[in-house]
């Protein structure tokens, strides 16, 4: 079980900055309900992620289960005549993430790496060169550590 914490011996609003946004480190627990045996069977069972300024850390699964949970794909379409993929990508969490696109097609006005803001979204534009309804998107997910020097990487299918 992944566990985050911290020792504070003075003010917690100065140590981590509370009033522009900063916050101690959390501990996630996915939990069955509220009941104290379901958290502790949570505990015992290792679904736990921390959360700690923007990084993420837990185990694959736990992470991918809340990502997967937060980054939302619009349908994907195209305008007339052309081949570049127009997708929308939500975050719906409150926390950026940070991908590194290890797949085989280009963005058309990204770099490889990019940034999903907190509560926010981005418009990519994929050079797919023929049209397609379906296509799947491989990332690392630079902010998600899931072991040292290690993190997480997952698809997700845009359709």
Known sequence: ?????????????????????????????????????????????????????????????????IIKHNIIFSKPKYKEGKTIMEVQVFNMSATAFKFEYIGEYSFHKHATTLTIPAKGELTLLIKTKVKKMTLELPFRVLNAITSPKKVLELSFLVK
Do not use: C
Request: charge should be positive; glycine fraction near 10%; avoid cysteine.
């Open 1 to 65: 079980t992944i566990v985050g914490t911290s020792d504070i011996h003075g003010l917690t609003d100065w140590t981590h900055d509370i009033n522009n946004g900063g916050h101690r480190p959390m501990t996630f627990v996915k939990v069955e309900n509220k009941s104290i045996s379901a958290l502790k069977k949570a505990l015992f069972n290792g679904k736990t992620v921390v959360w700690y300024k923007d990084l993420l850390i837990g185990k694959e699964t736990q992470l991918k289960e």
